[in-house]
């Protein structure tokens, strides 16, 4: 079974300019999360996807967006981009969504990509 | 606010040496907590997923125990290879609007 995919794997982007980076999760996996990862933070939970609706949001602002489409494929979107958004932009599938409580072990676990390299200069 | 300490921050050890990496989260209300390795520039990878009315979760040479009331995990790595190398996160998964906290990881390096 394929492992979740993210592309670009790398990108340069100059300030004010947006960007949208793309999930391909693990292949029945319905809710995809996006974190984003930078030395001083280290890894932050951004919004989780669940069946193309938004299920949980993490604190960050409005300029970042995402969306899912019906093959759980998900887009995450950065508008009017800022040097402090330089980061690795990770994300992850799984079978449940993070907030399910269930009673196989499985459902909850996260599947990770291999990131997009975001630098903005 | 949920927060995630990872204790050490850097670990250095010969090979074969059994070893004990903590986590340690501030609010005890958590659903699971889970345990990933990170190689340099690389994406995260599951090792053990700990749901929260469990106590340990084990794979190979790897165990995680849990202690909700305390707040503290620990993965334990048996008999450690140069292999094992790499940063070693938890991840606490909880409610509020935080949802998911990672610690900022234990840098592990295994001396051949």
């Known amino acids: 079974k394929a492992g979740v995919t993210q592309t670009p794997r790398y990108l340069i982007k100059t300030r004010g300019q947006q960007v949208t980076l793309s999930c391909s999760p693990i292949?029945?996996?319905?809710?995809v999360s996006w974190y984003q990862q930078t030395p001083g933070q280290g890894l932050q939970f951004l919004f989780e996807y669940f069946s193309e609706t938004q299920r949980n949001k993490g604190n960050f602002p409005g300029r970042f967006s995402g969306r899912q489409f019906s093959n759980s494929r998900s887009e995450m979107n950065v508008s009017t981009l800022e040097l402090g958004d330089s980061a690795l932009y990770l994300c992850?599938?799984?079978?449940?969504?993070?907030?399910?409580?269930?009673?196989?072990?499985?459902?909850?676990?996260?599947?990770f990509g291999p990131g997009t390299r975001l630098t903005v200069l | 606010k949920q927060e995630v300490t990872q204790i050490p921050a850097a670990l250095s050890v010969p090979e074969g040496e059994n070893l004990v990496l903590n986590c340690s989260f501030t609010d005890s209300a958590i659903y699971n907590l889970q345990w990933f390795r990170q190689d340099p520039g690389k994406g995260l990878t599951s090792l053990l997923l700990i749901q929260s009315s469990q106590r340990e979760q084990t794979s190979g040479r790897l165990n995680a125990s849990l202690d909700k009331s305390s707040g503290r995990s620990t993965l334990y790595i048996a008999a450690s290879q140069p292999g094992d190398s790499a940063t070693y996160l938890c991840a606490v998964f909880s409610g509020g609007y935080q949802k998911v906290t990672f610690g900022i990881g234990t840098k592990l390096q295994v001396i051949p």
């Open positions: 992850a599938s799984s079978l449940a969504d993070i907030q399910r409580r269930e009673s196989r072990d499985s459902y909850n676990e996260q599947f």
């Open positions: 292949s029945g996996h319905r809710s």
